[in-house]
């Protein structure tokens, strides 16, 4: 069974769709703790303010439950964002799961801010005497396009997997353990979104 935790925090729809599009069918939208536990897989899915969103976890007792999961989780957009240390939106204390924060968007003359639309995953970060292949990217090429949503970025971490870039690199995608993030939407982005969640839906 699939979870995809239940926080009032929207873009429950479209990662329900991806679900049934990469041939998923065991799957829950919950705040139980005992099926979070209960699941095989857990989806952090969450768009809009990231103070917002840790509030509403706090506030259903997940903040601190969270990072105990042991089967693979994978947070999206804003919850990937949450996975990390601490967001500039709000000043918001996140779950620090991710050594890195989060940080807005400068502004830099000809670049919009939110990023919002496709760019290119880079399948390395600054570290590179270290191997960062991930299952969760299996399958994916260097270059391969995906699509973003967001005014914050978690910050290139040794725990980036895929960074892209606008105006400032930043981790696309992070990896711990048993814990996963996309700051992009593979719900979203095709072909390489569904790759991605057909990856994690493996492990």
């Not at 709000?90 to 799961?97: F, N, S």
């Not at 995953?121 to 270290?130: F, H, N």
């Not at 725990?159 to 870039?165: E, G, H, K, P, Y």
């Amino acid at each position: 069974m699939i979870a995809i935790v239940d926080y009032d925090a929207g873009n429950i729809r479209s990662v329900l769709n991806a679900l049934r599009r990469v041939g998923a069918s065991d799957y829950v939208l919950t705040a139980s703790r005992e099926m979070l536990r209960a699941a095989s897989h857990v989806i952090l899915p969450g768009v809009g303010d990231a103070s917002v969103a840790m509030q509403s976890l706090r506030d259903k007792g997940l903040a601190g439950f969270i990072p105990t999961l042991k089967q693979p989780v994978l947070g999206i957009c804003v919850g990937a964002q949450l996975m990390c240390e601490s967001s500039e939106e709000g000043g918001a204390r996140c779950m620090g799961i991710f050594p890195t924060k989060v940080r807005r968007f400068a502004p830099v003359p000809g670049l919009k801010i939110p990023h919002m639309g496709w760019n290119s995953l880079r399948l390395s970060s600054r570290a590179e005497s270290r191997d960062l292949s991930s299952p969760l990217l299996s399958g994916l090429a260097d270059g391969d396009y995906v699509y973003f949503v967001h005014s914050y970025y978690p910050e290139v971490c040794t725990q980036t997997i895929a960074t892209s870039n606008h105006g400032i690199d930043f981790s696309a995608a992070l990896a711990s353990d048993n814990f996963f993030a996309c700051q992009f939407h593979p719900e979203k982005s095709g072909a390489a979104g569904e790759q991605i969640l057909k990856n994690f839906l493996a492990l």
